[in-house]
Nanobody, 116 residues
Framework: EVQLVQSGAELRNPGASVKVSCKAHGYIYTSYYIDWVRQAPGQGLEWMGRIDPENNGTKYARNFQDRVTFAADTSTNTAYVELTSLRIEDTAVYYC?????????WGQGTQVTVAV
């Protein structure tokens, strides 16, 4: 079974950084891009970018170009997103996802709360 398993909820102060992990199971990890998407309360899905786990090539959405870093570790089949200079409006559920020949697969989501 294809599964993307994400790390647990995070609470950070404004200005801090956060890292969320996404461990892939049940498919050839290096064969498909991993996308990162977030959904803030009351908002739609916002694409943050993607990583190619085969070579760590990345594509960042314009709005995150200066604050987001993706990484992929082929030894553990785990992808990571790090978001820096956190703002209260970064509070959201963060998802990893991949699109394969058998459909789209999503992690369970990680709640990141940025608050004083």
């Amino acid at each position: 079974e294809v599964q993307l398993v994400q790390s647990g909820a995070e609470l950070r102060n404004p200005g801090a950084s956060v890292k969320v992990s996404c461990k892939a199971h049940g498919y050839i990890y290096t064969s498909y891009y991993i996308d990162w998407v977030r959904q803030a309360p009351g908002q739609g899905l916002e694409w943050m970018g993607r990583i190619d786990p085969e070579n760590n090539g990345t594509k960042y959405a314009r709005n995150f170009q200066d604050r987001v870093t993706f990484a992929a570790d082929t030894s553990t089949n785990t992808a990571y997103v790090e978001l820096t200079s956190l703002r209260i409006e970064d509070t959201a559920v963060y998802y990893c996802a991949t699109s394969g020949t058998s459909g789209d697969y999503w992690g369970q989501g990680t709640q990141v709360t940025v608050a004083v």
